[in-house]
């Protein structure tokens, strides 16, 4: 199979974990017969420093060329970077926002995952890790307050900012049917996450979920609030399957999810439309203190390509021989330096790579 592929190095660590996944990728064409077509475009802080812009048209023009797009991180330190001088729809953040809307991403799908090798790493008691986790977030990715209208404007001396969230019915059904339908091919279980106690666009969305639950029966249901869903996360994450929800509390939860993981470096991400195509990037980001140091963990990049391989693919054994390569490491105790424990072997990024393509 001819597999055309765009990469987003980006920033940061970007082009580290990126490069890694290559090699991963590069392995598994090899070992089972593909044809890989690779290249490299500019987006975020990159793209700025060389067009000015955080996206360019040539950079949508060539990621709707191919099947799928492989990201890196994108962004840099606020506090230091002179992309932060720019104004907000210039900065490289704009670029991700930009790639997503263009695509029409809007299913974002985040796993969190507690692997039992780094079970040591999870930041909760004992008596909760133990029963391990494993959890989808699903996450509208081109909607709500993301994308409603916004200003900032001065009456009578006086600042007001004003952001929108929105949703309409067709935005909330798509993103529900693509729940339901993972959540059959996995434990059965949606937990649909919303604020309906005071939000209208909550209540629609939980109007709207109920209604596409009818032609799931075999799917549970269930609704709950934000709030307590991020209690719930560090209470008793096993309870969770998929977890279904807007693009703020999705974008807030998937970060809390991924640290009781205790390995953010280990997570990784789909975004996708409504056909084959995806982007597919880590959960974490751009790192920009780690940069260049052959320190970051490639490991959610390559798990990232792991579920290209998977989604816009239909690859299932390639994307299973990645993911059993990643267990294999972990067993055989190579760990880069975030998920480092004693009695374990320290890896840097190229290592940590080299290691997982000879186990492909
Ligand atoms: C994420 C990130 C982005 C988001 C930022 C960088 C705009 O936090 O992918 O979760 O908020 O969606
Ligand atoms: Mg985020």
Request: with cysteine; net charge negative.
């Amino acid at each position: 199979m001819e597999l055309h592929i765009v990469c987003i190095p980006g920033d940061g660590i970007g082009p580290e974990i990126v490069a890694e996944a290559k090699k991963v990728l590069n392995k598994v064409a090899e070992k089972y017969g593909h044809k890989l077509d690779m290249k490299d475009v500019l987006m975020g802080g990159a793209s700025i420093d060389a067009y000015g812009v955080p996206l360019t048209e040539e950079t949508i023009a060539a990621a709707k060329a191919a099947d799928a797009v492989l990201m890196g991180s994108i962004g840099g330190d606020p506090n230091t970077s002179s992309w932060y001088q720019l104004p907000p729809d210039r900065r490289p953040e704009a670029g991700l926002l930009g790639i997503r809307k263009a695509l029409n991403l809007f299913a974002n799908l985040r796993p969190a995952y507690l692997y039992p090798e780094l079970a040591a790493a999870c930041p909760l008691k004992e008596e909760i890790s133990r029963a391990g986790f494993d959890m989808l977030i699903m996450r509208e990715l081109t909607g709500g307050l993301y994308f409603g209208e916004r200003r900032t404007v001065t009456e009578n001396g006086v600042r007001r900012a004003v952001d929108t969230l929105t949703y309409d019915e067709n935005e909330i059904r798509r993103i529900a049917v693509k729940g339901f339908e993972i959540a059959r091919k996995r434990r059965g279980k949606v937990s649909s996450v919303d604020k309906a106690n005071v939000l209208d666009s909550s209540r629609l969305w939980r109007a709207v979920v109920n209604e596409v639950a009818r032609d799931y029966p075999d799917v549970k249901l269930e609704h709950v609030l934000v709030d307590n869903c991020a209690m719930q996360l560090v209470k008793d994450p096993a309870q969770f399957d998929v977890i279904l929800t807007e693009n703020m509390f999705g974008d807030i939860l998937s970060d809390e999810a991924s640290m009781v993981t205790g390995s953010i470096g280990m997570l990784s991400s789909a975004s996708l439309n409504d056909t084959k195509f995806g982007l597919y990037e880590p959960s974490h980001g751009s790192a920009p203190d780690i940069a260049g140091k052959d320190v970051a963990n490639p490991i959610a990049t390559v798990l990232s390509a792991a579920m290209m391989l998977r989604y816009s693919f239909d690859l299932d054994a390639e994307a299973d021989a990645v993911e059993e390569a990643v267990r294999q490491v972990l067993k055989d105790g190579y760990r880069t330096g975030d998920i480092m424990s004693k009695g374990c072997t320290l890896v840097g990024c190229r290592q940590m790579g080299d290691l997982l393509a000879e186990r492909i």
